[in-house]
């Protein structure tokens, strides 16, 4: 029963239970795994299913090789909607998308176009808030700070932190960060945000006369504004989850000292490994001595980036 072509599929242990049933043998599973293993009887293995199709064509940079995904969504009214994507097989990242109320072929030449046309991608920025504990005359007070990210580039711009992040506040910090971007070619032209009150009409009608759209998130959706979210997460856990913030003055300095380093060492894998104010990579050499590299560190020697010494 162990090599026959007929109980092949069936496995080991639930194979003892069979013959045990059948009235052949009478043993243990353990005794069948021990004569299996000392008489190196094989086993082969019966796909119940056909075998998933292996890709051998794998993408090693962004937009390199892009694929059409089709979904059918059954909505509340008993009906259903269909959506066609086109994703980049890298990043991962949604290209161009439409959702229709049925299935058109015809679809994936135009969302082709549109992904190949779309030049929103590099004025895309999106913002959030983070906060953190810091120790005062008065005691333990939170602290916030609002970050803008531009999405394709993961650049980060922070600003001071305050105590009192009120819709005056953050319109104030808004109005900073368009005088920032305001001489870079690729302006701004939408800014995600949350639905947090903080966002207040002031605070729209300034992006609007500038030139940005805001575009608010839906109810309970984190994962749609996921960039701006990965960084908190990676600025807490790597720098000020290991420091005790005496003060608004030294939380601004972590916070600065953290996103000059992000920005300008931070290596980023959707952006071919190169930090986000790095357009172009380094030279590369077959051969690089000890003496030829140099460490610098930041936050005290918290986080360490290396690079070559120029010639």
């Known amino acids: 029963m162990v090599t026959s072509e007929k109980y092949r599929h069936v496995p080991t242990g639930t194979l003892a239970r069979l013959a045990e049933r059948l009235g052949k043998v009478f043993a243990s599973p353990s005794t069948w795994y021990r004569l299996v293993r000392i008489h190196k009887w094989r086993r082969l293995q019966q796909r119940i299913y056909p075998a998933k199709p292996k890709v051998g064509i794998r993408a090693t940079r962004t937009n390199e090789i892009w694929h059409v995904d089709t979904s059918f969504v059954r909505l509340v009214n008993g009906g259903r909607a269909c959506i066609h994507a086109v994703i980049d097989n ?7 998308w439409r959702v229709l109320d049925r299935f058109e072929p015809g679809i994936t030449a135009r969302l082709f176009l549109d992904a190949s046309q779309d ?10 808030f983070f906060s953190k504990r810091a120790v005062t005359r008065r005691g333990l ?3 916030y700070v609002l970050v803008f990210m531009h999405l394709e580039t993961r650049e980060v711009l922070a600003t001071p932190s305050t105590r009192n992040p009120d819709s005056a506040w953050v319109t104030k910090q808004t109005k900073a960060f368009v005088n920032l971007v305001a001489d870079r070619e690729q302006k701004p032209t939408y800014l995600i945000h949350d639905r947090d009150k903080k966002f207040s009409t002031d605070f729209k009608r300034l992006l ?7 575009k608010r998130l839906p109810i309970r959706s984190p994962n749609l504004n996921a960039r701006v979210e990965r960084f908190v997460q990676t600025i807490k856990y790597e720098a000020l989850n290991h420091f005790i913030a005496f ?3 030294y939380l601004d300095y972590l916070v600065s000292e953290f996103v000059s380093y992000y920005n300008k060492h931070r290596a980023h894998s959707s952006r071919e ?9 380094p030279p590369e050499f077959e051969v690089i001595k000890l003496n030829e ?11 360490k980036s290396y690079e070559r010494i120029a010639a």
């Open 208 to 214: 609007k006369n500038e030139g940005i759209q805001p």
């Open 273 to 281: 490994n190169l930090p986000p104010c790095c357009a172009e990579p």
């Open 90 to 96: 890298y990043s991962r990242r949604i290209l161009a």
């Open 247 to 249: 003060g608004q003055r």
């Open 293 to 303: 590299i140099h460490c610098e560190e930041h936050l005290g020697g918290l986080i």
């Open 141 to 143: 007070v939170d602290l």
């Open 119 to 128: 030049t929103t991608v590099g004025t895309l920025w999106a913002c959030d």
